[in-house]
C-alpha cells in the first residue's frame, strides 16, 4: 500500500530517483491532490532539467508561489529532497555587498552585513531552490543551488533587481553568530501598504 511516509523513505535513500518522484506525483494526483502532485513535478522539472535555461528562475519563482499554498509539514518533510540540505549551514558572498547567511533550523535567517548582523528575515529550500525574506519582504531572494555555491535574483519594495551569489562556508568564525544581534523587523513599509 502506498502512502506519503512510503514515497518519502524512499526518496530519502536516493534523493535523485526521478522515477520514485514522478511516481509519486502520480500518486498524490490520483489521490485528489494536484497542488502537491504540481509541486513534485515542479521541483523535477528544476532539479533535474538545465540548470542554466533563460527561464530557470520563472520556473523557480513558480515552484516556490505552488508550494507556499501546499501544507507546511510536508514541504517540510520535502527536506529529504534537499540537494544539499541548508538548515544549520552558513554561506558568504555577494547580494550587491558581502553578507554572511546562516540557515537556522525552523526556517529563520541570521545574515551579517558590513555593519551589523540581523536575524529578521524567514528561508524556504524547496530541493535545490531557496526563497528569502528580509523585513517581512521588503527584499525577496532566490536561488539555486548546485553543490556548494547558490546563484540567484533579488529585488524589494523600491524596485531594484540585482543578481547574488553564494558560496558554502566552513569558517568557524562566519558560522558563530555574533553579539548583538538585531531581531528587530523594521516593516514600516508592510503597514504603509495595508493602510
Known sequence: ???????LALLATDPGDRAA???YADWLEGTGD???A???RRLDAIGYGERDAPDRFER???LVDVAVRAPPEWIAQLAVLAR????????????GHMVVMRFLA???LNYTQTDATYQNGTWLQIGCVVAMETNRHFADYLGLITGERIDGLAHNIMHERWGWTAQRSYDPDEAQIPEGVIAT???????????
Open 1 to 7: 500500500m502506498h502512502s506519503d511516509a512510503t514515497f
Open 21 to 23: 518522484l514522478a511516481v
Open 34 to 36: 494536484v497542488l502537491r
Open 38 to 40: 504540481d509541486v513534485l
Open 60 to 62: 523557480a519563482q513558480q
Open 84 to 95: 544539499p540540505p541548508l538548515a544549520g549551514t552558513v554561506w558568504h558572498g555577494s547580494t
Open 106 to 108: 525552523g526556517g529563520a
Open 185 to 195: 523587523v523594521f516593516d514600516e513599509h508592510a503597514r504603509r501598504k495595508k493602510s
